[in-house]
């Protein structure tokens, strides 16, 4: 699956949830996960990861990684393995942010999403979004990242500009735990639904 259908199928998912008021989770089965940016820093949420919850709520983008499957969570049991993988991949980023020096951090994270996703997911990542992960300045990760020198086959592909999510304001990522339930919603306001969300480019 390209990256661009990746998104559009997460940015769907997302406001199928979104209108159902359904408690979500990161599916465990990819290597793939969500990064939620809030206003001043932004959260990783990895396979199993609870997402979509009151937590969420000033959420102001959402970068999908890899191919990642977005799933309803129902029952207790998962439930409460959800939320335990959530706080395992919080803790995981706390461990590098409390290293004191900015650069071993930035270094951590490239080190840590590189033998997680492969070089090619941290090309589609902005120095921004990285940066608001670990709390330390773009400048820091664009010296890191000028130390990471990509493949020679990654080189040669054509890639979109960017893949930088736009803001979305009223759709937010605040959902409540209820029941599997489904929702009928226009296609209108799901193409509005995904230009919000992710700047994805046009197949022109």
């Not at 159902?20 to 990161?26: E, F, G, N, T």
């Not at 465990?28 to 009151?54: D, M, N, Q, W």
């Not at 592909?157 to 029941?179: D, I, M, N, Q, V």
């Amino acid at each position: 699956m390209s990256n661009q259908t990746s998104q559009i199928s997460v940015a769907s998912g997302l406001e199928t949830a979104l209108n159902a008021q359904q408690l979500l989770a990161v599916g465990e089965h990819k290597r793939s996960g969500l990064i939620i940016c809030k206003a001043y820093h932004a959260e990783f949420a990895g396979p199993g990861a609870i997402v979509g919850t009151v937590v969420e709520q000033a959420c102001v983008h959402v970068i999908a990684i890899g191919a990642p499957e977005i799933i309803p969570v129902v029952t207790h049991q998962q439930r409460q393995t959800a939320y335990s993988r959530r706080i395992q991949w919080i803790r995981w980023l706390q461990k590098i942010t409390e290293h004191t020096d900015p650069l071993q951090r930035a270094e951590k994270l490239f080190a840590s999403f590189e033998e997680f996703f492969g070089a090619q997911a941290l090309m589609h990542l902005s120095d921004e979004v990285l940066a608001l992960l670990i709390g330390v300045l773009p400048p820091t990760i664009m010296t890191v990242r000028s130390r990471h020198p990509l493949p020679e086959s990654l080189h040669a592909l054509e890639l979109p500009s960017s893949y930088e999510p736009k803001k979305f304001g009223s759709a937010r990522l605040h959902t409540r735990l209820s029941h599997t339930s489904s929702s009928h919603t226009s296609t209108k306001t799901s193409a509005s639904f995904l230009d919000a969300l992710y700047n994805i480019p046009s197949r022109d």
